[in-house]
């Protein structure tokens, strides 16, 4: 066998060696014709411990197996021998121990082989559901966190991306846009008050980010109280069983622990374009920005870009969204347009077909004054325009790329530095597990994450059998008229099952709350997909309306105990709300039928 060259083949090698090394309690290499190691073979014969030895001798690769202990433990000798994934050393250190009592200690497990059970890297959704609930089950657990600044200096505390810079200050600040609609309907109900109504960014940021405190905190309590050893540094992979923890002034600490988890989440992507860097935003800045936005453009058009372009708009700021190609990528394509249509109407502009390709700064401030400069996707032209921000939202890269990925030996996917896991989160090393926003092909949500984690932590330390369900999530997306998903898009129902085979029933629908004050009449839209081929089971649902989240995450249920179009016909609604049109949608998308409300009771 020739020696392996590429760090591929070896980090497999290397991968193989620690699983026979974690995989068995006694664990001699050896050599068939080696008196010293028939030595400690004998000795373990005595003891009557079952010993697993590798001849190197007898297998094609022993000399690449020899190379590969030099490196992992310094010593290229036979016998090399492990307990309990301690390394031992040869005949002399075998022999030795056995006699000072050590190895009976270390064949009794009475030695702890590692620092930890379990060590977490990342303390955001997944990492810590993870965290907390290995050590509910007895385990010694240490989650590490740490957050790199973004380019503009932002920071922020334990929790992740959910907590800081996602999902809560998220929906605080559209429900501040809403109160602003809110505000104007409460004229049509009878209300008066005369004084001019504005919007403070700063009281907004304010509130919303001590409330942030308040969680980051939480979460610090909740660790203590469970034992979960949490430990403000960043973690590296130095060897498969050991990383290096770096904290804020540089200081390294060393840690070992017998199973892994990699959680460490996503950060916003850049441009790669002149100025982005230098004078751009992104989510991770724009929640805590220490002055309002004022005239923003956004570029990118999916969740994280419609989502923040959309409560912008709402409080008043002149917001313009750049968009590549289409509008939520993924998403059915008929609700992504009607979403991003009533944006249209209520005010946010949309350049379509463009890409930025400089942004300089006119003049510095807060904010400042910056230019754009952008070129069409389908011609040559090229426009500019001016604006106070621009938010780069064009998605998200896994950090996985510092982590020492390699000195472990887990596989990422070259392409987009996602983790493939098998369907229990495994990674290709079989003590290192990946949950969350890194994982390859998996949905990039809060709920999952959590969900995950936990499930892990059950199956690692209970005796569970019970894994994630990555089938029919449930999702909303919290643009100005929400739009709430679960299951297929008609696109991808069509590709899979055959237009044929699929039948769509939809409605437009007008919210009672909308009716006095007169707005936004037919544009909420509810569209459900069903299987013809399986008792007209819904494979998809649709809703485009207010409060999508909390109507979608019933339907959610509903098609998890896997709903038909049947058993919606026959649930009865409740009236009057948004939700009931489920329960009574009669036209199919194929009669061309009026789908048109006159009004709250159709
Ligand atoms: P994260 O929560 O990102 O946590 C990873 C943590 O690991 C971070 O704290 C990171 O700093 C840390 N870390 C990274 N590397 C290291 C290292 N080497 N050492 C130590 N620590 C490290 N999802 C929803 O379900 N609903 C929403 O409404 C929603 N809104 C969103 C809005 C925005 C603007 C964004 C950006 C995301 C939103 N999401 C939403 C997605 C959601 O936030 C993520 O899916 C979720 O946070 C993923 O959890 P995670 O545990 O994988 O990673
Ligand atoms: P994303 O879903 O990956 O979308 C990236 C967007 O940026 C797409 O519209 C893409 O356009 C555009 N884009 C990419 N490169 C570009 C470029 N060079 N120039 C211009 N446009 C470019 O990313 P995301 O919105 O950041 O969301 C990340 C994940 O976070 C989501 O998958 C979601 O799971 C999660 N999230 C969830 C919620 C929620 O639950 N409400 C909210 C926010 C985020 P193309 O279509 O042309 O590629």
Excluded at 185 to 196: I, L, M, N, Q, S
Excluded at 365 to 373: A, D, I, N, S
Excluded at 410 to 439: C, F, M, R, S
């Amino acid at each position: 066998m020739p020696p392996i060259e590429n760090d591929t083949g070896k980090n497999e090698l290397k991968t193989r060696i620690q699983d026979l090394i974690d995989s068995n309690q006694v664990l001699v290499f050896s050599k068939s014709y080696c008196p010293y190691c028939v030595k400690v073979k004998d000795l373990f014969k005595e003891l009557k411990v079952e010993c697993n030895v590798v001849e190197l001798d007898l297998m094609e690769e022993g000399t690449n197996y020899q190379e590969m202990l030099l490196e992992m433990t310094g010593q290229k000798t036979v016998p090399n021998v492990f307990i309990n994934k301690t390394h031992l050393g040869g005949c002399d250190n075998t022999l030795k121990a056995h006699k000072d009592g050590s190895l009976q200690q270390l064949l009794s497990g009475e030695n702890e082989a590692y620092d930890y059970d379990l060590i977490v890297i990342g303390g955001g959704s997944g990492g810590l559901a993870c965290s907390k609930e290995s050590a509910n089950l007895g385990k010694k657990v240490m989650v590490l966190d740490y957050v790199v600044p973004t380019p503009k200096g932002t920071s922020w505390g334990l929790g992740g991306t959910c907590v800081n810079v996602g999902c809560i200050p998220k929906k605080l600040m559209h429900q501040t846009a809403l109160l602003s609609t809110a505000m104007q309907d409460a004229r049509k109900f009878g209300w008066e008050f005369d004084e001019t109504v504005k919007h403070n960014w700063n009281t907004m940021k304010e509130a919303v980010n001590n409330y942030i405190g308040s969680l980051n905190w939480g979460y610090r309590v909740a660790l203590r109280d469970k034992n979960v050893n949490y430990v403000n540094a960043y973690a590296e992979f130095i060897e498969p069983h050991k990383i290096k923890a770096t904290n804020k002034r540089g200081k390294e600490t060393f840690y070992t622990a017998a199973k892994f988890i990699l959680a460490t989440g996503e950060r916003p992507r850049y441009l790669g374009i002149p100025g982005d860097r230098e004078y751009c935003i992104t989510s991770d800045d724009l929640f805590s920005l220490s002055y309002c936005p004022g005239k923003t453009l956004v570029i990118g058009a999916s969740y994280v870009a419609l989502e923040c372009g959309g409560f912008l708009a709402g409080l008043g700021l002149d917001v313009t969204v750049m968009v590549r190609s289409i509008l939520l990528r993924g998403f059915d394509q008929d609700m992504a347009n009607r979403a991003g249509e009533h944006m249209e109407e209520h005010g946010v502009k949309f350049l379509r077909k463009y890409v930025p390709v400089k942004v300089e700064e006119l003049e510095a401030g807060t904010p400042g004054k910056l230019k754009v400069t952008a070129k069409s996707t389908e011609t040559d032209e090229i426009i500019e325009g001016e604006y106070n921000t621009v938010l780069i939202a064009v998605g998200r890269d896994a950090c996985t790329d510092k982590i020492g990925l390699d000195k472990a030996g887990v596989k990422v996917n070259p392409k987009n530095g996602k983790i493939p896991v098998n369907d229990e989160e495994q990674t290709n090393v079989p003590h290192i597990y990946a949950i969350g926003d890194i994982l390859q092909d998996k949905w990039e949500l809060t709920p999952v994450a959590i969900q995950a984690g936990k499930l892990l932590a059950r199956r690692l330390y209970a005796g569970s059998k019970a894994k994630c369900d990555y089938v029919n999530v449930p999702t909303t997306v919290f643009t100005p008229l929400e739009y709430g998903a679960c299951g297929l898009s008609e696109e991808r129902a069509t590709e899979l099952y055959g237009q044929e085979n699929i039948e769509v029933f939809h409605s437009l629908f007008w919210p009672l709350e909308f009716t006095l004050p007169n707005r936004d009449n037919n544009k909420c839209y509810a569209k459900i997909i069903c299987n013809k081929l399986d008792n007209d089971r819904v494979i998809g649902f649709h809703y485009l309306g207010p409060n999508a989240g909390e109507v979608t995450q019933g339907f959610g249920a509903a098609m998890k105990c896997g709903a038909t179009k049947e058993q919606l016909d026959g649930t009865i609604g409740i009236h009057p709300t948004c939700a009931e049109i489920f329960t009574t949608m009669e036209v199919t998308k194929s009669s061309g039928g009026d789908i048109t409300q006159a009004g709250c009771c159709g």
